[in-house]
């Protein structure tokens, strides 16, 4: 799957390298290749939090927004549950 996010379009894939995202990671975006890595492991609702917040990662990088990771966590929080809840 890929998403345009404000221009730049991410490559959104599953992994459980570890290696990649580290054990402790559910998600990871790196901009330098546009992509967005997922933990496979992870239920269909924590993959979708996870990628809302990742989403909201390359947002704050390119509107340099500079977030802390609590404010990129409530943002993908709330993002996630007004879409999930009006079927947007």
Same mark, same amino acid.
């Given at each position: 799957?890929?998403?345009?996010? +404000? !221009?730049?379009?991410? @490559?959104?894939?599953?992994?459980?390298?570890?290696?990649?995202?580290?054990? $402790?990671?559910?998600?990871?975006?790196?901009?330098?290749?546009?992509?967005?890595?997922?933990?496979?492991? +992870? !239920?269909?609702?924590? @993959?979708?939090?996870?990628?809302?917040?990742?989403?909201?990662?390359?947002? $704050?990088?390119?509107?340099?927004?500079?977030?802390?990771?609590?404010?990129?966590?409530?943002?993908?929080?709330?993002?996630?549950?007004?879409?999930?809840?009006?079927?947007?």
């Amino acid at each position: 799957m890929r998403i345009d996010i +404000l !221009g730049t379009k991410y @490559k959104v894939v599953e992994t459980d390298d570890n290696n990649n995202i580290g054990e $402790d990671t559910w998600g990871l975006v790196q901009h330098s290749d546009s992509t967005i890595q997922i933990r496979k492991s +992870l !239920g269909k609702q924590c @993959k979708n939090l996870t990628l809302w917040h990742e989403i909201i990662h390359a947002i $704050d990088y390119k509107l340099s927004l500079d977030f802390d990771e609590e404010t990129t966590d409530r943002m993908a929080q709330a993002v996630a549950y007004v879409v999930n809840n009006n079927k947007i």
